[in-house]
T-cell receptor, first 112, second 111 residues
Framework: EADIYQTPRYLVIGTGKKITLECSQT?????MYWYQQDPGMELHLIHY???????EKGDLSSESTVSRIRTEHFPLTLESARPSHTSQYLC???????????FGPGTRLTVL | DQQVKQNSPSLSVQEGRISILNCDYT??????FLWYKKYPAEGPTFLIS?????DKNEDGRFTVFLNKSAKHLSLHIVPSQPGDSAVYFC??????????FGKGTRLHILP
């Protein structure tokens, strides 16, 4: 069973607030990913990391930022939340290219 | 421009019958394909994968078929069970550690 955790599971917040979505994995995976998904749509990669101190932007432009100071931790931050940021955010990790990605349960963010 | 297309948003299948989910792709550089299953309020879970050097991969009730010339893959579930009701995502990768997902197909297994 995959051990990847996301908190909070649900977040409702007002416009302009700073938020951090937490993601942690206990599998020792070097590669970690953040996806954004709207209902009925595909998962879009917004950030990824190949290891500590490595972060890259994904294919979908996002105003969020990420950090990777520890192997197990890959938080995502929005400095000033807006209603357009309302979405589900999914974190994933993998061991290597030919290994599947393990997903966390997701954070459903609503910005009012 | 969608590189991975799942043209059926939903599919209903009788319990015990075969479920066939289809997926088309446009990028000929894709060399690894995956299927994920997602229940509501949960993250996707990996189901089965196939490398481009194969045309079939089987794992229990799940079989994935790859037709490279047609840029098409399909997932067969036999026999379908109530617990198979979920959204199924087709995904593909081109060797750069990034996975491109389709929009998903919602599978309903009818009693």
């Amino acid at each position: 069973e995959a051990d990847i955790y996301q908190t909070p599971r649900y977040l409702v917040i007002g416009t302009g607030k700073k938020i951090t979505l937490e993601c942690s994995q206990t599998m020792g995976h070097d590669k970690m990913y953040w996806y954004q998904q709207d209902p009925g749509m595909e998962l879009h990669l917004i950030h990824y990391s190949y290891g500590v101190n490595s972060t890259e932007k994904g294919d979908l432009s996002s105003e969020s930022t990420v950090s990777r100071i520890r192997t197990e931790h890959f938080p995502l931050t929005l400095e000033s939340a807006r209603p357009s940021h309302t979405s589900q955010y999914l974190c994933a990790s993998s061991e290597s290219y030919y290994n599947e990605q393990f997903f966390g349960p997701g954070t459903r963010l609503t910005v009012l | 421009d969608q590189q991975v297309k799942q043209n059926s948003p939903s599919l209903s299948v009788q319990e015990g019958r075969i479920s066939i989910l289809n997926c088309d792709y446009t990028n000929s550089m894709f060399d690894y394909f995956l299927w994920y299953k997602k229940y509501p309020a949960e993250g996707p879970t990996f189901l089965i994968s196939i490398s481009s050097i194969k045309d079939k991969n089987e794992d229990g009730r799940f079989t994935v078929f790859l037709n490279k010339s047609a840029k098409h893959l399909s997932l067969h579930i036999v026999p379908s069970q109530p617990g198979d009701s979920a959204v199924y995502f087709c995904a593909a990768s081109a060797g750069d550690d990034k996975i491109i997902f389709g929009k998903g197909t919602r599978l309903h297994i009818l009693p």
